[in-house]
């Protein structure tokens, strides 16, 4: 009987892998008849269908940005607004591409979904509190740094832990899934216990719910939390480089380009700096 | 087809969440059971606040989500000075959750045998809990133990929101793959194939006891 | 715990937007499988060749599958395969499929615990297939579904809550966000959203029950 059984569910396993096989190869061929489909498209209009073309004949720039990272991207439960540095730079982006901050649709993104609805077309620009990493520049890729931050730790005040020297075994570090911070704790303090989750928020209340003994992220997301929150204070020197970068779609280089040359023009105008000091409370130092 | 390097770079990780949710399963099968037997049996007990407060737990319990009851372990409990890391969090919530319907289910089974067998015993010297023993709970057994299986292949399934509260369970760790090798489709038919490997074996098991049992009367 | 400042109108307006997403998410879902379920349901039982097997296998994979892996799924894989979908539709698919392929179950059951002798009587006083399953088998048997029909629409609509994973602004997700703003809030909001989930699902089993007594 056991034998009829095991062979049964040997079987089901083995079609199960040949069906969900069957969808991954057919996924590939799909991309490859869509971007065909898409070359087709554009010999009737005969000049190469950008992902700016596109942007532009739609009149729409679809940005993902964070909703639960107080001073990047939050909303804000008092008026349904999603708020903060990210969401004014992608409005000052919609304005200097479209000619006007109202043509952008904010679309929520974590660190853990960001790279893929980038790739899935669903969103054109990533402008999420993202750091520019040679990893992620084989997926995507990068504006200008428009933002420079730090990866720093966030305790309860009064903790023991000071910096990350304090670190030891069994010190439980949360952070958050696809960010960079999992991968230079690991590194910095191998013998931590890091968990990990889903976005800022979760991660937050589970510091707060003492789930874990300090919360490891880039200063300037910290900072905002500590906003929320005045029972939590930033210990320590930023101990990475984390320059952050507006992410686009791999060989989209005409889009590159438009943002590179928007994010230069907010620059000397003196918007750039007027959003910086309206959200980080300080001239920003170039 | 997907990629299987994915599968072989990060077999480790994989396993790690695998066994991880074997444990869960099990020791939140366990704990479900004890819990949702001692429930049972409060609410067919002729004490009237016993009664009530297994209907109290049974309806208010099963009528909310899994995420809330884990929620409330894993954010809430700490408020009361509490503090159990996600997995342990995440495995008590499966099993308050999951005792809700054991409960029922062991009832169903407990109602199915006759009262004039209860009464006959008992009027033959046997106590309540010899009654219970030797009487009614074999035969409330065959029963009970279609929808047992049902709501042990639930619960494997649903050890899942473990990913959730940093649980340490499959789902966590694919989320850890998946953003990793940035291969989303690839990493999760993985994790897919892991849950299939413990549910579809426990169906099939299922529904053969189901069958024999349907067979001897 | 801070009951006052936890339910401020614009929390409480917030939550109960989440509250409505939920039931709306919900009940297009609970149709859907519904359709779904029975479609499925009945060419399993008739045993069309080839397709009644491969829907076999279909709905015993979504069946062993975590729900929250096909949510997931539906809203970071599909697009792989051309299919892309927001937060929203992606819920209402995954909880088709899933739901769907649960409802399938408990339609063959219940078709399958009808007499075979009615069949058999029907068919031999002249009457088709079609019309021996469409007036002796369906009217029965789903009138024996219906306890577990009601059953599975309440998971269906506790299930909803794990499209957090997607960020679907349904009510765990509003609740979790308005937890984030301060710790004193945990407690008086999963408090409320539990409230909110038991009202509705306590409401449809009162329901359940009633019909139960009614059909059976």
Redesign the interface.
């Known amino acids: 009987m056991l034998k009829k059984w095991m062979t049964a569910s040997l079987m089901m396993i083995v079609m199960s892998v040949f069906i969900l096989a069957g969808c991954g190869g057919g996924s590939k061929n799909t991309a490859e008849s869509n971007s065909g489909a898409g070359a087709g498209a554009s010999e009737e209009t005969a000049a190469p269908a950008t992902l700016l073309d596109e942007i532009k004949t739609r009149d729409k720039l679809v940005i993902g940005v964070k909703f639960d990272t107080k001073l990047f991207g939050l909303k804000n439960p008092a008026n349904n607004e999603v708020e903060g540095f990210d969401v004014d730079i992608a409005k000052a982006l919609s304005k200097a591409i479209l000619g006007d901050e109202t043509k952008v649709e904010l679309k929520e993104v974590t660190s853990k979904t960001r790279i893929p609805m980038l790739n899935n077309n669903e969103i054109d620009l990533i402008i999420a509190t993202m750091t520019i990493t040679e990893e992620r520049k084989e997926q995507v890729d990068f504006s200008d740094v428009y933002f420079k931050a730090g990866q720093s730790l966030l305790v309860k005040k009064g903790s023991a832990i000071k910096s990350i020297g304090d670190i030891t075994k069994g010190t439980k570090v949360l952070a958050v899934k696809g960010s960079t911070s999992v991968d230079n704790i690991k590194e910095k303090a191998p013998d931590a216990t890091v968990l990990e989750f889903d976005n800022y928020q979760d991660a937050f209340s589970a510091l707060k719910a003492g789930q874990g003994d300090t919360l490891t992220t880039d200063n300037a997301i910290l900072y905002g939390m500590m906003a929320q929150d005045p029972g939590y204070e930033v210990v320590g020197e930023p101990f990475t480089d984390e320059p952050y970068g507006i992410a686009i779609k791999k060989g989209e280089t005409a889009l590159v380009d438009a943002v590179n040359e928007a994010l230069a023009a907010m620059k000397s105008s003196g918007e750039y700096a007027k959003i910086y000091e309206q959200w980080i409370g300080e001239a920003p130092t170039e | 087809m997907p990629d299987f390097s994915i599968l072989i770079e990060y077999f480790d990780v994989y396993m790690e969440g695998f066994i991880n949710t074997i444990y869960s399963s099990i020791i939140a099968l366990i704990g479900s059971f004890v819990l949702g037997t001692l429930i049972a049996i409060f609410r067919i007990s002729s004490i009237k606040p016993l009664r009530w407060a297994g209907t109290v737990y049974v309806e208010f319990i099963r009528n909310i989500p899994l995420l809330l009851v884990v929620f409330v372990f894993f954010y809430g409990l700490p408020s009361l000075g509490i503090t159990l890391s996600g997995f342990v969090c995440g495995t008590i919530g499966l099993t308050v959750y999951t005792a809700t319907f054991i409960a029922e289910a062991i009832r169903a089974g407990i109602m199915s045998v006759p009262k004039g067998q209860t009464e006959a015993a008992q009027s033959s010297g046997l106590t309540y809990v010899q009654t219970m023993r030797y009487v009614v709970l074999p035969q409330a057994l065959k029963i009970v133990i279609p929808p047992l299986s049902n709501q042990f292949i639930n619960l494997v399934k649903n050890t899942s929101v473990l990913g959730v509260i940093a649980g340490l369970d499959l789902m966590y760790f694919g989320d850890q793959v998946a953003s990793k090798t940035y291969a989303t489709f690839d990493t999760y038919i993985f994790v897919a194939l892991f849950y299939l490997v413990m549910t579809l074996p426990l169906s099939y098991m299922a529904l053969h006891l189901e069958r024999r049992l349907a067979k001897n009367g | 715990?801070d009951f006052a400042n936890a339910f401020s109108i614009?929390?409480l307006?917030?939550i109960l937007?989440g509250f409505y997403m939920t039931l709306k998410v919900a009940f297009i879902s609970i149709i859907l499988s519904f359709v779904l379920g029975c479609i499925v349901g009945t060419i399993r039982y008739t045993k069309i060749p080839v397709l009644s097997p491969v829907l076999g296998?279909?709905v015993?994979?979504l069946?062993?599958?975590?729900?929250?892996?096909i949510i997931?799924?539906a809203r970071?894989?599909l697009?792989?395969?051309?299919i892309?979908l927001g937060p929203v539709y992606a819920a209402i698919v995954a909880l088709t499929l899933f739901e769907g392929a649960m409802i399938s179950e408990i339609v063959r059951s219940g078709l399958n615990s009808i007499d075979k002798g009615q069949i058999e009587a029907a068919r031999s006083s002249g009457l088709s297939y079609i019309s021996t399953l469409w007036h002796i088998v369906l009217p029965q048997g789903l009138r024996r579904m219906v306890p577990p029909l009601v059953s599975q629409f309440?998971s269906l609509l506790?299930?909803?809550?794990?499209a957090?994973?997607?960020?679907l602004p349904e009510l765990?997700n509003?609740s979790?966000?308005?937890?984030?703003?301060?710790?004193n809030y945990?407690?008086p909001v999963?408090l409320l959203?539990?409230f909110l989930?038991?009202a509705v699902?306590?409401a449809l089993?009162l329901i359940a029950r009633r019909l139960e007594t009614k059909f059976i």
Do not use: C, H, W
Request: charged fraction near 15%; proline fraction near 4%.
């Open positions: 715990m614009d929390n307006r917030f937007e296998i279909l015993e994979i069946r062993n599958l975590p729900l929250l892996l997931f799924f970071f894989a697009p792989d395969i051309g892309q309440i506790k299930d909803t809550s794990l957090v994973v997607i960020s765990m509003q979790k966000i308005v937890i984030g703003q301060s710790y945990v407690i999963l959203a539990a989930y038991f699902n306590y089993s």
